[in-house]
């Protein structure tokens, strides 16, 4: 705009110089006004043009580029606008294909646990054999049942602590229960002098409660002489999170450490479980093996899977849709 007052003025001045001359002249003068404004209107205005350049004054370039600088922003903007739908499109692909290939994992963990169950079942009932002289042999022959004889040494017992019964009749009984009625106590590990093979090892009796943790609380369940027993072997476990250290000195033991108990009793690191018919009156009661595996991948399956259905919905709604509709 202030370009076009510019043109206007400059010819309006020179037309009115031009008045106070000769008629022809003012004609000629008016004539070359009506032509400067039209070849103005055109984008051709001589006269701006020649007092810029006299009076050093820049081209605002804002104006003229205007449109071009504008029209080329205009052509960025979609381009732009569809590499960034087309970056979240993919992007937002790889939510419903991780949780289809996390749930297609845990069926095939799923179906590991299932054989790992099956075979911990088998070995579990399977008929006892002589415990093995080798006790390298043991590291294929966890929840195996062996069968030993000997005698117990009671004078070196150790405690695994806190512990519950297990017991299936009532675990069955109150399954589903806000409440139980299971009582803390401890299992009992008593050295037992193998005689035909002339070794020593650990022996877990069983559950005593913890009123009948001391040995004087329980005085007719401590066997005495030759005695021939079936168990379970068991073998080292690490500790777990938030599992208490071991404390030797106070002798409470919270896990299977087979090294440092074979340590603290003099005896070899061999470890197995009593069954339930080892129990006897006023003893602990056996058969304390928890021979389970959880097993919650079918969860996990469903959750993945739903997952993965759930998010495939939004993403077609969300951009199948669209591409549908164009």
Known sequence: ??????????????????????????????????????????????????????????????????????????????ATKVEDDSFLRWFLLLIPVTAFGLGTWQVQRRKWKLKLIEE????????????????????????????VRGHFDHSKELYMLPRTMVDPAREAREAGRLSSSVQSGAHVITPFHCTDLGVTILVNRGFVPRKKLSPDMRQK???????????????????????????????????????????????????????????????????????????EHMQYIVTWYGLCAATSYLWAKKFLRGTRGT
């Open 1 to 78: 705009m202030a370009g076009r007052y510019c043109g206007v003025r400059t010819t309006w001045t020179g037309w009115r110089a031009g008045l106070g001359g000769a008629p022809e002249a003012n004609a000629l003068n008016a004539g070359t006004l009506r032509e400067e404004m039209a070849m103005w209107w055109l984008g051709k205005a001589p006269a701006c043009a020649a007092w810029r350049s006299v009076l050093a004054v820049p081209r605002r370039t804002g104006l003229a580029s205007g449109p071009s600088r504008c029209g080329s922003s205009t052509a960025e903007a979609p």
């Open 221 to 295: 369940g401590q066997i005495e002489g030759d005695v021939e027993l079936i168990g379970v072997v068991r073998l080292a476990e690490t500790r777990k999170p938030f599992v208490p250290e071991n404390n030797p000195e106070r002798n409470h033991w919270h896990y299977r450490d087979l090294e440092a108990m074979a340590k603290f009793t003099g005896t070899d690191p061999i470890f197995i479980d009593a069954d339930f018919k080892s129990t006897v009156p006023g003893g602990p009661i056996g058969g304390q093996t928890r021979a389970t595996l959880r097993n």
């Open 120 to 147: 911990l079942e088998s070995r579990f009932m399977a008929e006892p054999v002589p415990l093995p002289a080798d006790p390298m042999e043991l590291k294929n022959l966890e929840y195996r049942p062996v069968r």
